[in-house]
């Protein structure tokens, strides 16, 4: 741990994608227990970010460092055991098990060459167990449903066991259920273990209930961070998104965790305006 | 490792045994334990055991070494492109050897020459796909494969052109070379050398591979250092080939369907999938080139034919059957 106890610090960051810059000059540091949302409309970097964050990206420029130490310094394993990603597409182009998929989760814990040993199955079976995939372990990967696989790729993560837990599209072809099931226990695992939690959505109503601060990219390089509140107004949300987006206070009952506010597209939203009712619905009500 | 896992590889390793008595007992002559056990003690021996020491357990050995070879090098070359159909003449090492190896018999070179020459030009191959996919620095799997599958039409091209431009016999050594023929086949210990040093390799990054095979991304942020396996996995690979090709021409088939078979039954983690593989691949191939020279002895079928008659109803059979099981 670092003396500033930062977990995963940049300093002046910059991205691109080819010549395209698509963040420049970001000053962030995550710690113990942090819980950052990145959002942003399509193509403005976010998955990029996050590659970024977990040497899978070089940096246009710009330091990034992961407990004190240059991010580039790491070596792969050593790395991989601080900071691990869920990828926002699931590639399976081999055939293998669901309990194999979580149990390379735990590649970056011991040699190439060694077996997983006692401890590595258990904590496999416990991942598995915690998004509700273990009655499925013997499964193959390509006969699970969408929702399924999401799920098994956070039990990966999960065994995984990183201090730093990049998501990318965390609720994707999750139900509702799921989705705060699992992120809530990712939310709790950050506040018991000091891991930290940083993931990218289109979801603004999941980013206001998890995220104490919010990083809100542009995609010309420019973006907006700051804490939840701060950053998710209707006005930010206009400017980055394109689209009138209204926060709507939520009863007390259910404003917290989070920001107390709703977000819903505006009437006003789509350009062309609300499609006028076409009967089919009104029928015999 | 698995207790489902200990048990394929012990049945995998009788098989290897049987295989090997299956083949030194089998031939245009029948050779019976009894009588070369009486001949193995006698000075002068006899004509059963000359045939056996002289010819058949050569060819046996060459038949293991080759179909070993090819299966680990399938199995890697199906992982390193994620590709299922790729095989080990996908990126074109084969078509190397073979102009290699067609232009030494057009010279009328012999058995040797013919060797190294198809040696020569699978090296030369193995360097030009190389040099071609990485011009760009980053290779990624669709590159490698599309420079490899136009650098192996180029090889057939001149494969062609050297088949039509030859008349009579020499075109006959020709196509058996192309086929895959064990029939004058020797092994030495080179050749299992390079088998044993490919197994030691892969079995070391065998849990990359298994990372490897389910994305390179993914791979990648679980700390394999991906760029340098992939180069590691081209090289032994195409060595591994290099090696089978240069031993009995390019017998297809075995690096294909192997490794999917034993996928298939259950070994799709590579620290059992790689010595499976050697072990089926071998067994394979040895019984392969038995019936090949028994079905019509004495005339012996190319083991290139054996191998497809009978790897593909074996292989669809596994693939219907866990087909069944796993909808």
Redesign the interface.
């Given at each position: 741990m670092s003396g500033t106890g930062e977990l995963l610090a940049c300093r002046e960051l910059a991205i691109a994608a080819g010549h395209r810059p698509l963040l420049r000059g970001l000053d962030l540091g995550i710690r113990a227990g942090d819980c950052l949302g990145i959002l942003g409309c399509n193509g403005t970097g976010k998955t990029t970010l996050l590659h970024t964050l977990?040497g899978?990206h070089a940096p246009s420029a710009g330091h990034l460092s992961l407990q004190g130490r240059a991010l580039a310094e790491w070596?792969?394993?050593?790395?991989?055991?601080q900071v691990?990603?869920v990828?926002q597409h699931?590639?399976?182009?081999?055939?293998?098990?669901v309990m194999?998929?979580v149990l390379?989760?735990r590649?970056?814990h011991s040699r190439?060459?060694?077996?997983e040993n006692r401890h590595d199955r258990e904590v496999a079976e416990q991942a598995l167990q915690q998004m509700g995939l273990l009655n499925l372990a013997q499964r193959?990967v390509h006969?699970l449903s969408g929702g399924e696989r999401q799920r098994l790729a956070l039990a990966a993560l999960l065994a995984?066991a990183p201090r730093v837990m990049l998501l990318d599209e965390p609720g994707n072809h999750l139900d509702i259920g799921f989705q705060l099931s699992s992120l809530s226990l990712l939310r709790d695992r950050t506040h018991t273990d000091g891991s930290a939690l940083l993931f990218a959505t289109h979801d603004i109503n999941l980013a206001a209930r998890y995220c104490e601060r919010i990083l809100l990219l542009k995609g010309d390089g420019n973006f907006l961070l700051g804490t939840a509140a701060e950053v998710l107004t209707e006005e930010h949300l206009h400017d980055a998104y394109g689209c009138r987006v209204r926060a709507l206070p939520l009863p007390d009952d259910i404003a917290e965790p989070g920001t107390g506010y709703f977000y819903v597209p505006d009437r006003a939203a789509i350009g062309s305006g609300p499609t006028p009712p076409t009967g089919a619905f009104t029928g015999k009500a | 490792m698995e207790r489902h896992h200990y048990i394929l590889l012990g049945c995998l390793c009788l098989l290897a045994i049987a295989s090997f008595a299956l083949s030194l007992a089998s031939g245009s002559i029948p050779v019976s334990l009894p009588t070369l056990m009486e001949q193995w003690w006698q000075a002068d021996g006899g004509m059963e055991r000359d045939i056996v020491v002289e010819l058949r357990i050569p060819r046996t050995l060459a038949a293991f070494v080759t179909g070993a070879l090819l299966a680990l090098s399938g199995v890697v070359m199906q992982v390193l492109l994620r590709n299922p159909l790729a095989d080990p003449y996908i990126l074109g090492v084969s078509g190397g050897a073979a102009v290699g190896a067609l232009g030494a018999i057009l010279l009328g070179l012999g058995g040797a020459w013919v060797s190294n020459a198809a040696f020569l030009g699978a090296v030369s191959s193995i360097a030009i796909v190389f040099g071609l996919a990485s011009l760009r620095g980053e290779w990624n799997p669709v590159r490698l494969l599309l420079t490899g599958v136009v650098v192996s039409a180029g090889w057939g091209a001149l494969i062609n052109l050297l088949l039509a431009t030859t008349s009579g016999n020499t075109v006959q050594s020709m196509l058996f070379w192309l086929m895959g023929d064990l029939a004058r086949s020797r092994v030495d210990a080179g050749h299992f050398a390079v088998l044993l040093a490919g197994l030691v390799i892969l079995f070391l990054v065998a849990r990359s591979l298994n990372a490897l095979a389910r994305g390179e991304q993914l791979a990648a942020s679980l700390g394999v250092n991906t760029g340098r396996l992939k180069v590691l996995l081209y090289f032994t690979a195409s060595v591994l080939t290099a090696t089978a090709v240069t031993v009995a021409g390019s017998i297809g088939f075995v690096g294909l369907v192997i490794p999917h078979m034993l996928r298939l039954l259950g070994a799709r983690d590579h620290r059992v999938l790689l010595p499976a593989s050697a072990l089926l691949g071998g067994s394979f191939l040895v019984v392969a080139d038995g019936f090949a020279r028994t079905i019509i002895a004495p005339q012996q079928l190319p083991v290139g034919v054996v191998t497809a008659i009978i790897g593909v109803p074996v292989f669809l059979f596994i693939l219907h059957r866990s087909h069944r099981q796993t909808v």
């Open positions: 977990a899978l070596t792969g394993r050593a790395l991989a055991r691990g990603i990828f699931h590639t399976d182009e081999m055939p293998a098990t194999e998929t390379l989760g590649f970056p190439a060459w060694q077996w193959q006969s995984q | -």
